[in-house]
């Protein structure tokens, strides 16, 4: 789905690094979301937004923080990364319906 | 908030077989109930969803049944074959209001793979 983007595909860092993952949208749905997949665990939520305007935390915000930067981008960053935040990072638009590719993350 | 349960973890059926797949929920509010194939390494795609005004919905081999007093829906593929082997998501979620639903509590997973 090339309507759904995401930068970088893949990323190491080191901890205590600040990263960010951003996330564009071409289709001009209003609801954004970010997960993070682990193996065996699915995929939890950890932050999403309904506009501009609104943001909300998910089951898993601790450690990170987002921003809306208009209505087609939608940025997760790690203020200060730590090996348990290497994952796949998900952004999803509209209810869920469209996925991006996904950000493979590292921290080492 | 809401706990959705994925039962099986894994299931292995051979080609032309059924397969089922089961989840439960808690949040007598959820009302919306999709479910998501994801290959290895790609992103999680929507395959069929369910409201809760219907108890079950088909689209073409793939089946949603939805069952609002038990809080339970499943997934059923008929006539499996090699290219169904995939990871496959349940979820639930509640309206927030309006026409569009709100967030999304996925289950854990059930990794199906069919045998030629």
């Known amino acids: 789905d090339a309507d759904v983007t995401q930068t970088p595909r893949n990323r190491i860092t080191k901890t205590g690094k600040r990263i960010m993952l951003e996330c564009s949208q071409t289709?001009?749905?209003?609801?954004m979301y970010w997960y993070r997949q682990d193996p065996g665990l699915g995929l939890q939520l950890i932050y999403y937004?309904?506009?501009?305007?609104?943001?909300n935390k998910g089951e898993i915000s601790d450690g990170y923080s987002v921003s809306r930067q208009a209505q087609a981008k939608f940025s997760l960053s790690l203020e200060s990364a730590i090996p348990n935040q290497t994952a796949l990072y998900f952004c999803a638009t509209s209810d869920s319906e469209s996925f991006g590719p996904g950000t493979r993350l590292t921290v080492t | 908030g809401e706990n959705v349960e994925q039962h099986p973890s894994t299931l292995s059926v051979q080609e032309g077989d059924s397969a089922v797949i089961k989840c439960t929920y808690s949040d007598s509010a959820s009302n919306y109930f999709p479910w998501y194939k994801q290959e290895l390494g790609k992103r999680p795609q929507l395959i069929i969803d369910i409201r809760s005004n219907v108890g079950e919905k088909k689209d073409q081999r793939i089946a949603v049944t939805l069952n609002k007093t038990a809080k339970h829906f499943s997934l059923h593929i008929t006539e499996t074959q090699p290219e169904d082997s995939a990871v496959y998501f349940c979820?639930?979620?509640?309206?927030?209001?309006?026409?569009?639903?709100?967030?999304?509590?996925f289950g854990q997973g059930t990794i199906l793979t069919v045998h030629p």
């Open positions: 289709k001009g749905h209003d609801r």
């Open positions: 937004s309904f506009d501009v305007k609104d943001i």
């Open positions: 979820a639930a979620s509640s309206n927030r209001g309006g026409t569009s639903y709100g967030k999304l509590t």
